[in-house]
């Protein structure tokens, strides 16, 4: 809990226990009302009001009229005189006062954990248009195909200092509530929670160029939804671009004003059909991919905000996601020799990737349920089994000529490759603390890259680490063919 918040429930019980257990005093009841409410006003200024503590401020409130009756008539109010009475109101406001406790515990304001590189951190959204596509999920036939992105890029530590933070975004809350059917407002906390991302900073001049990695989100999330990950690797001296994919983002939100929210495709009856359907929707976000490789390019030569020009390596180009993000992945490097190397987190393979397999190095992690769940033996198989994935995958390892990597990670659900362990440690951090889940992923992520974009040889990619016991390599599909 924050530090405001602990003083408001601080507030509440001395409230409470003054007008229930002490006699009536003027002076000690106009004291307890200006704690309480200067209480409630700095917590609401400094940290800003959220759900969670809502039972907290309908009995603060409740108690500062009391409070409030108490000085202006002094003899209006009765204090309750049964040991009953006040034993049943005193256990009224512990519960609403535990209530409000134990939902900030749940779902916590947090600190992001510090990045590992020695680099800052900035970002700039762009919103791109692509004139060459029609936007072909649109009720309108003369719309185009619009993306939003970020880029976020190193930045020397000393240009960060003293400047405001860039907080999670609302599509956070709105990316959780689609995926797990929770009610918007209970994420809407998500506003406050701060990263170590300053908004148009400069450049770091320390190198003359530097990778670059895309990043696609899983479908009905958003490009922000690992950015522990994305801090890391930038961090570490990469640049990364975000991208959302309208209508299977979560929600796009346009300069203008405009959004355009998720949209489930039709039920079909066989799974030939929502294979086929998946193919449409993969090449759709593998079309986005291109198109913002495409812009990278020419910002590389003419960056209209002059940020980019000549810093971005094109000659070390990678693509990371999740989900249907990771199926961007795969189907995008299969496409498009530009990607030198990609990594898919628990990903399906739609399109040609599952015929052809991969030319460019390779890294897959899988959750171990869903492993499991590949097994023909297993009865009760993970929500995002489906029936081509085992055959998928043993093809695309099978038939790919460079390097790949096939990790399982026991005590991982789906979602556990985002940041959600931190936004609710106690629902979706399986076994392990909050942190630990996070660093599995955005240590294997940059392990790969500084191996396969920078060079640079990676102890973590020689097999199994004490340090993140339950990441299991797979023998059949981990395979070392470039050397």
Do not use: C
Request: hydrophobic share 40%.
């Amino acid at each position: 809990m924050r530090v405001f918040e602990i003083i408001v429930i601080l507030a509440v019980l001395a409230e409470a226990g003054g007008i229930l257990y002490i006699r009536k005093n003027r002076r000690l009841d106009a004291v307890l009302l200006a704690f309480s409410v200067l209480a409630l006003l700095l917590h609401g200024i400094i940290e800003h009001f959220r759900i969670q503590m809502v039972p907290a401020y309908a009995v603060s409130l409740a108690l500062i009229i009391v409070l409030i009756r108490r000085l202006v008539k002094p003899g209006g109010i009765i204090k309750p005189r049964s040991l009953l009475k006040k034993s049943l109101l005193s256990i009224v406001v512990l519960v609403f006062a535990g209530v409000s406790v134990s939902l900030s515990i749940l779902l916590p304001v947090f600190t992001m954990p510090e990045p590992t590189g020695s680099y800052a951190i900035g970002t700039v959204s762009r919103h791109l248009t692509d004139e060459s596509r029609q936007e072909t999920l649109s009720s309108d036939p003369d719309d185009k195909r619009e993306l939003m992105v970020n880029i976020w890029y190193p930045v020397d530590r000393n240009q960060t200092v003293g400047k405001p933070k860039e907080h999670y975004p609302s599509e956070v809350g709105e990316a959780i509530s689609l995926v797990f059917g929770i009610p918007k407002l209970v994420f809407s906390h998500v506003t406050e929670i701060p990263t170590h991302v300053v908004y148009g900073a400069e450049l770091s001049a320390a190198e003359n160029k530097y990778p670059v990695l895309l990043f696609s989100p899983g479908v009905r999330s958003t490009r922000f939804q690992s950015m522990t990950a994305i801090e890391e690797l930038v961090s570490h001296g990469y640049i990364v671009v975000g991208m959302d994919h309208p209508y299977t983002s979560a929600k796009v939100k346009y300069p203008d004003g405009r959004a355009v929210f998720y949209e489930p495709d039709p039920a079909y009856p066989t799974s030939a059909e929502v294979y086929e359907q998946n193919v449409k929707g993969v090449g759709i976000r593998v079309a986005d991919a291109r198109f913002v490789l495409d812009m990278i390019t020419k910002w590389n030569e003419n960056d209209p905000d002059h940020l980019f020009e000549g810093k971005l390596d094109l000659e070390r180009i990678g693509i990371f996601g999740h989900s249907y993000g990771g199926a961007t992945t795969a189907e995008a490097m299969a496409q498009d020799s530009r990607f030198k190397a990609g990594v898919s987190l628990e990903g399906g393979f739609w399109g040609t990737v599952s015929h052809t397999g991969l030319k460019q190095p390779f890294m897959y992690l899988m959750t171990g349920g869903t492993a499991e769940s590949l097994q023909p033996t297993t009865v009760k198989k993970d929500k995002v089994f489906y029936e081509e994935f085992a055959p998928d995958l043993d093809s695309v390892m099978t038939k790919s000529t460079n390097d790949t990597y096939y990790l399982t990670i026991d005590h991982f659900f789906h979602q556990s490759f985002t940041d959600i362990a931190l936004l609710a440690p106690a629902m979706f951090a399986k076994e392990m603390s909050a942190e630990h889940n996070i660093d599995i992923t955005r240590s294997y992520v940059r392990a790969f890259f500084d191996q396969y974009l920078k060079d640079e040889r990676q102890d973590l990619l020689e097999g199994p680490s004490s340090d993140y016991p339950e990441v299991q390599f797979d023998g059949k599909y981990t395979k070392r063919r470039a050397q």
